[in-house]
């Protein structure tokens, strides 16, 4: 709709100085305007001109402005989730195109041209001001993210103590087992949760899936109970960054910001935060680490519950939940057999204990 609009305007702006310009270089044709001769009109250069004039206006100077209207295609859409911010950037892109516009009239003295000169300096009024509030709409979050976030940072990251906080993310909090670690006094400072980390939460638990609905309320139930415990100090801060979309992402930048330690069980975004430099605690880096040390030759009490992948092999789990594979266990299915500990692999999901059958 906006499109048609500036192609009209453009044309009609277009017909009016074409109309001026025959007149100011002589090429009008004789007519006297009457209602009788109307007619005639449409045989004279001026209404060739005029003609002309608005097709050019209509589609040459749309073309050359084509870029710029394509700034503004989806304002209809961001209409309906405007912010007070947004309001503040677009007036302000108007004004500053509406004053470059008048200062361009100014220098180039564009009021004095004879007969084209008023038309000229609404036209470049109008566009200048259409540019300044495009440009503004398109570089929004830019603008938004130079004036606002500086000013954001003064405010809320003193409130954060840096170094000996942490800053809780989605997966960990939906995972439980922080709470049950912040109850023994093993972690110190405060737990920051970020307001996105919060929305990412509710977002999940209002979710049609099932499972995913479920681990949503899991984490926001395990918050309640975290904020609940005078043990544990537990802060909610307004920070976004709205330039940044993904909530890992912006965990990180925070991170950054404050120099805190991140606290998660996504392997991902471990290793996306140790790459740019931010302290990371892993929970399931935890729980290998204070799993029971076990030694090749060790002796183990065990009970083989399910056939392995492999041929002739038995499968048995510690209170820990660490797999063991026994050889030749699968004639031991359902009994409970001591095993010898032959060799134990360690990797990112976890260790793996290999084992036969002990012999009298």
């Known amino acids: 709709m906006l499109k048609k609009i500036m192609r009209l305007i453009f044309g009609v702006f277009g017909g009016v100085i074409a109309y001026n310009l025959v007149y100011i270089f002589g090429f009008a044709s004789e007519y006297s305007f009457s209602w009788q001769s109307i007619g005639e009109f449409f045989l004279t250069r001026q209404f060739y001109s005029v003609l002309l004039g608005a097709i050019l206006g209509y589609f040459l100077i749309f073309y050359l402005l084509n870029k710029l209207l394509d700034f503004i295609m989806d304002f209809e859409l961001k209409f309906k989730e405007i912010s007070w911010k947004k309001i503040v950037i677009a007036v302000a892109g108007l004004i500053i195109g509406l004053i470059t516009g008048a200062i361009i009239n100014f220098i180039f003295s564009i009021p004095r041209i004879p007969r084209i000169g008023m038309p000229l300096q609404i036209f470049i009024n109008i566009t200048f001001t259409y540019m300044g509030f495009a440009l503004a709409i398109h570089k929004e979050k830019d603008i938004a993210s130079f004036l ?26 939906i995972d ?11 972690i110190e400072g405060n737990f920051i949760i970020p307001e996105f980390v919060l929305e990412e939460l509710q977002h999940i638990a209002d979710s049609a899936d099932d499972l995913k609905r479920n681990r949503g309320r899991r984490g926001l139930d395990i918050l309640r109970q975290m904020q609940n415990d005078d043990q544990i100090q537990v802060e909610i801060i307004d920070y976004d960054f709205e330039e940044v979309s993904e909530v890992d992402s912006k965990l990180v930048k925070l991170a950054q910001l404050t120099e805190a330690k991140v606290l998660t069980n996504d392997y991902n975004l471990n290793k996306v935060a140790e790459l740019q430099g931010v302290n990371v605690l892993n929970i399931n880096e935890l729980a290998n680490a204070v799993k ?14 399910k056939e392995g992948k492999e041929n002739g092999q038995g499968v048995a789990y510690l209170d820990d939940g660490t797999m063991i594979v026994i050889e030749e266990g699968i004639k031991y299915l359902g009994d409970d057999i001591s095993v010898l500990v032959t060799s134990i692999l360690q990797t990112a999901a976890g260790r793996m204990i290999f084992a036969r059958p002990k012999t009298n």
Do not use: N
């Not at 003064?154 to 997966?171: A, M, W, Y």
């Not at 029971?292 to 519950?305: A, C, Q, R, S, T």
């Open 292 to 305: 029971p040390v076990v030694l090749p030759g060790e002796e183990m009490d065990v009970k083989v519950i």
């Open 148 to 173: 606002f976030a500086r000013k954001k940072e003064e405010v809320d990251c003193p409130q954060i103590k840096t170094g000996s906080d942490k800053i809780l993310d989605t997966s960990v909090i």
């Open 176 to 186: 439980g087992r922080i709470y049950d670690i912040c109850k023994t006094g093993f």
